[in-house]
């Protein structure tokens, strides 16, 4: 039962750095999203994609790049890593029973990110 | 676009005590709510949720209701045990991919 997998689960990076975080799932789920989440302010969605092939920008997609080349795969992508996006990275997943339905969001435990 | 408001942002009780979360949201298209509870360096566990065609739905000692025409919707955990112990956070659906906002979460702690 891996659900969803998130690597690396901690990375420090310099400004100006860039890295990709790793998700996969095993659940042939079509739905998959990126959020991060600081201190006392909820989970802010990134980026999400609705299948293979289809991403699209979510509240603060400002700073990142996603690729959805594979149902299993949605990699996030950091250029230029800047202070500001110093957080805890979560990617989820969802099933679809119907078109836009709404069926539980999956979790990964999340990349624990700083920028210094 | 839809803003969920969630309270209170700490909550503080006794082992055998009964902790309500509430939260209030803006979109009246909204027609999913789940509650998630994360543990201290794990991601989000759904615990219950609820659609906007049910005004309760119970699983055990957890419970949630909704009140779609004052737009709140609450968590009721009764005979809290330590391992309650956690943030737990709202969310509502909004727009045809039913992409979720949620709330700012509630640190629940369960003295024993």
């Known amino acids: 039962n891996a659900g969803v997998t998130q690597t690396p689960k901690f990375r420090i990076l310099k400004i100006g750095q860039s890295m990709t975080l790793q998700c996969t799932q095993d659940m042939n789920h079509n739905y998959m999203y990126w959020y991060r989440q600081d201190p006392g302010m909820g989970l802010k969605l990134i980026y999400y994609?609705?299948?293979?092939?289809?991403?699209d920008k979510g509240e603060v997609p400002n700073g990142y790049n996603v690729s959805r080349s594979t149902t299993e795969d949605f990699p996030l992508r950091l250029e230029l890593a800047a202070p500001s996006q110093t957080s805890v990275y979560f990617c989820?997943?969802?099933?679809?029973?119907?078109?836009?339905?709404?069926?539980?969001?999956?979790f990964g435990d999340g990349t624990r990110l700083s920028i210094l | 676009g839809e803003n969920v408001e969630q309270h209170p942002s700490t909550l503080s009780v006794q082992e055998g005590d009964s902790a309500v979360i509430k939260c209030t949201y803006s979109?009246?298209?909204?027609?999913?709510f789940p509650w998630y509870k994360q543990e201290l360096g794990k991601g989000p566990q759904l615990i219950i949720d609820i659609r906007s065609n049910v005004g309760e739905k119970k699983d055990q000692r957890i419970a949630v209701t909704l009140n779609k025409t004052a737009k709140h919707f609450s968590l009721h955990i009764t005979e809290t045990q330590p391992e309650d112990s956690a943030v737990y956070f709202c969310?509502?659906?909004?727009?045809?991919?039913?992409?979720?906002?949620f709330g700012k979460g509630t640190k629940l702690s369960v003295k024993p």
């Open positions: 994609s609705v299948g293979a092939g289809i991403t």
């Open positions: 979109d009246s298209a909204s027609n999913y």
């Open positions: 989820a997943s969802k099933g679809t029973a119907y078109p836009g339905g709404n069926q539980p969001q999956h």
């Open positions: 969310a509502a659906s909004v727009g045809s991919q039913g992409n979720l906002i």
